[in-house]
């Protein structure tokens, strides 16, 4: 079964500084990719995704996303934190065994401090 | 461009009790999903329609359902409420069905006593 994997369930990072969230996937044939932001009391939204072609993807917000196939990783990344960013971040696979839905990561929470 | 639109925002029920949520999906977009959300648990997969037919079911009772209408508005609804349905139920809409660009609403949360 498709699957992906959040091993941290918060990330603290100072404003600023360079942040990283985690997320490894295993899929069977091509992994179609997906983060997704959910702010408090809001619904998800969608950032970016892969799907095919260069390994780094751009996204909204100044998040971008690196594909890694060898480590069947695609972490989330930003050069520079916002105390705007902190929120839940989810990363999604396609699960086109099941007519294509998304399957999501647990999520990790993200906290910017100033 | 308005967003996808759930109602009622919040509601308290007690055990037994059925309850109905409702989706209106961003216009033009023909594919809408239901997913329930728990801190324990996280985004579970309930359902998709895609015009009026259901195309893919989670792993959730019979106690859940869902319909969708010809002009791609939703509903779901949960018989014989359960402490453990207390959840955030989110609907997502999309153009199509496999491009797992989701526009999410801002959710039902519901809260069983």
């Known amino acids: 079964a498709q699957s992906v994997a959040q091993p941290e369930d918060q990330v603290n990072v100072a404003e600023g500084n360079p942040l990283t969230v985690k997320c490894t996937y295993s899929?069977?044939?091509?992994?179609?990719l997906f983060w997704y932001v959910q702010y408090p009391n809001r619904g998800l939204q969608f950032l970016l995704k892969?799907?095919?072609?260069?390994?780094l993807v751009k996204g909204s917000y100044g998040f971008e996303a690196e594909f890694n196939k060898s480590q069947t990783s695609f972490h989330l990344k930003k050069p520079s934190a916002l105390v705007s960013d902190s929120a839940l971040y989810f990363c999604?696979?396609?699960?086109?065994?099941?007519?294509?839905?998304?399957?999501f990561g647990q999520g990790t929470e993200l906290s910017v401090k100033p | 461009k308005a967003g996808v639109t759930q109602t009622p925002r919040y509601l308290i029920k007690t055990r037994g009790q059925q309850v109905t949520l409702s989706c209106s999906p961003i216009?033009?977009?023909?594919?809408v999903s239901w997913y329930q959300q728990t801190p324990g648990q996280g985004l579970q997969f309930l359902f998709e329609?895609?015009?009026?037919?259901?195309?893919n079911k989670g792993n959730f009772p019979g106690r859940f359902s869902g319909r969708q209408f010809s002009n791609s508005r939703s509903e779901m609804n949960v018989s014989t409420l359960e402490l453990g349905d207390s959840a955030l139920y989110l609907c997502a809409s999309s153009l199509t069905t496999d491009t797992g660009e989701l526009f999410f609403g801002e959710g039902s949360r519901l809260t069983v006593l």
């Open positions: 329609y895609f015009s009026e037919t259901q195309r």
């Open positions: 899929v069977s044939g091509n992994p179609y």
């Open positions: 999604a696979v396609r699960d086109d065994n099941q007519g294509g839905k998304l399957i």
């Open positions: 892969y799907i095919t072609g260069d390994n």
């Open positions: 216009s033009g977009h023909r594919s």
